[in-house]
């Protein structure tokens, strides 16, 4: 039998309500596939600061270390907006982030059939898009040295080592094997020398994945292809800010913020959790859209368990459940067939995945 630890945190606002979700569906696969989950609860953001008075406990620095994975929801909210800084729930989140060394962004943009007329875009343009954005996280301009705000001028640098391109890009080219096997590696090449760096190391290391086609793009003509045709992509692979915006750009194909899942992944532990917040608004009212952390639980399965075939079964089941006209309220505009509560959301999709 295979045994998995999960760090869970659920975090504020919505955050328990989806993450009870996501669970419950891990549970269902979990017996379908039989495997054995065990979860640990750890503290973070704005319920960490109401129990200990710092929004990053020790413990959870330190107990997510031990885990396989960590699944998380969200945090913060109007409770904790008035704290200093280094004292708010997300100052705790991006400490978190930076202890767990995660410089892999993994963001993936579908395009669900059941859901095409949310798109901003036109149907012929978005249906069956199917992408993932790997972005380097920790490294690139956000963090180069030297950096400088003076009186008359200003800079940042934009800086990468071998290092860092080639374990970014080594993340790109292994997904790419699980999907499609293509990478489009996004630089500025023409104009920027730490691109042209960039773009030698990627082809360097694609000679190791001979089944996985590459191709570059610059990243202005990327933001264009994105909206013009974003189905010709299957792996973007691209540096901290280029990634920053076009994850934005292609997330926003798919139309809804209560879809999307994220990884953040390292050498260490990876963190999986929705692209949303903690939506105060709609908090402890039943009514939040759990997809995004169900299929945030389907990629941990999928890139830190390697349990495919679960990841897959739970991907399966929530298109099963839009196809069958399930929607929670955000997305009942579209094609609904009964709008359904967060918990009911949660035991259909568990239902379809565990058949
Ligand atoms: P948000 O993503 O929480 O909400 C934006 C809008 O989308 C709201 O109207 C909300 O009701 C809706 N929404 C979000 N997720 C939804 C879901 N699953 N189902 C249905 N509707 C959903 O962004 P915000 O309002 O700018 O931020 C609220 C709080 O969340 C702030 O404290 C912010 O700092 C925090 N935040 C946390 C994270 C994180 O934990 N990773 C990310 C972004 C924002």
Redesign the pocket.
């Known amino acids: 039998m295979r045994n998995y630890k999960i760090g869970v945190i659920k975090?504020d606002?919505?955050g328990p309500e989806?993450v009870d979700e996501a669970i419950k569906v891990l549970d269902a696969v979990a017996v379908a596939e039989k495997f054995n989950i065990s979860y640990e609860e750890f503290l973070l953001?704005g319920a960490a600061i109401d129990a200990t008075g710092v929004p990053l406990p020790d413990e959870t620095i330190q107990g997510v270390k031990r885990m396989d994975a960590v699944l998380f929801g969200?945090?913060?909210?109007p409770k904790w907006?008035n704290l200093e800084r280094h004292l708010r729930?997300?100052s705790g989140?991006l400490g978190l982030r930076k202890a767990m060394g995660t410089y892999a962004n993994l963001r993936p943009a579908t395009v669900y059939d059941e859901l095409i007329n949310a798109s901003t875009l036109k149907p012929s343009v978005v249906k069956g898009v199917d992408i993932m954005v790997v972005r380097e996280l920790t490294g690139g301009i956000y963090f180069g040295q030297p950096r400088e705000y003076g009186e008359d001028k200003a800079y940042n640098t934009m800086v990468y080592t071998k290092e860092e391109v080639v374990r970014i890009a080594k993340v790109a080219f292994e997904i790419a094997m699980k999907r499609d096997k293509r990478v489009c590696s996004v630089d500025k090449a023409n104009v920027l020398e730490v691109s042209q760096f960039w773009r030698e190391i990627v082809e360097e290391i694609a000679k190791d994945y001979p089944e996985v086609e590459l191709s570059h793009m610059y990243v202005d003509n990327a933001a264009m292809q994105l909206i013009r045709d974003p189905r010709q992509f299957d792996v973007i692979l691209t540096g901290n800010i280029f990634g920053d915006i076009l994850s934005d750009a292609a997330s926003m194909l798919s139309g809804s913020?209560?879809l999307l899942p994220s990884a953040s992944t390292g050498d260490g532990v990876g963190l999986y959790?929705?692209i949303?917040?903690?939506?105060?608004?709609?908090a402890g009212q039943g009514?939040?859209?759990?997809i995004?952390t169900i299929a945030s639980a389907a990629m941990m399965l999928r890139y830190a368990l390697n349990e495919d075939s679960a990841a897959n079964r739970i991907e399966n089941a929530i298109k099963k459940a839009l196809a069958d006209g399930y929607r929670?309220g955000?997305i009942g505009a579209f094609d609904a067939k009964e709008i359904v509560s967060t918990t009911e959301m949660g035991s259909i999709i568990a239902d379809y995945a565990s058949k």
């Open positions: 975090g606002g919505i989806i953001g969200a945090i913060g909210g907006d729930p997300e989140l913020i209560g959790e929705p949303h917040g903690s939506a105060p608004d709609i009514i939040a859209n759990p995004a929670t955000d």
